[in-house]
C-alpha cells in the first residue's frame, strides 16, 4: 500500500479594512478560490464567523511523499503571508499520522 502524508493548518488571519460580515466572506472567498488555484488543498473558514475582521481558517492538504507535503505546507504558508487583504496572526500544523 502507498503511502499516505496529510495535515491540516489552521490559520488565524486579521482581515484589513473589513466593515461587515458580507465584505469578510467576499474576501474570504477569493482567498479560498486564489489558493486552491495555486495548491492542490481543502480549504474552509472554521472559526470567528461572527466577527468582521477576524478569521481562522483550515487547509488540508495531502501528498504521497512526508518532504512533498512539508513544501507545500511552507508554501501555502509563504502563499497566505503574502496575501495582501490579510495578517497572519498564527499557523498551527496538525499531521495525521498512520496508526500502524
Not at 52 to 61: L, T
Not at 64 to 73: D, G, K, N, R, T
Not at 75 to 87: I, M, N
Request: net charge positive.
Amino acid at each position: 500500500m502507498a503511502a499516505l502524508h496529510a495535515a491540516a493548518l489552521r490559520v488565524d488571519l486579521r482581515l484589513r479594512d473589513v466593515h461587515s460580515l458580507k465584505s469578510k466572506r467576499r474576501r474570504i472567498a477569493r482567498l479560498s478560490a486564489a489558493l486552491r488555484r495555486a495548491f492542490p488543498v481543502a480549504f474552509a473558514e472554521v472559526d470567528f464567523q461572527d466577527l468582521w475582521q477576524r478569521s481562522a481558517v483550515g487547509v488540508g492538504i495531502v501528498s504521497p511523499h512526508a518532504s512533498q507535503l512539508e513544501m507545500a505546507i511552507h508554501s501555502v504558508h509563504r502563499f497566505l503571508e503574502r496575501w495582501e487583504e490579510t495578517e497572519v496572526l498564527s499557523v498551527r500544523v496538525s499531521y495525521l499520522e498512520d496508526p500502524d
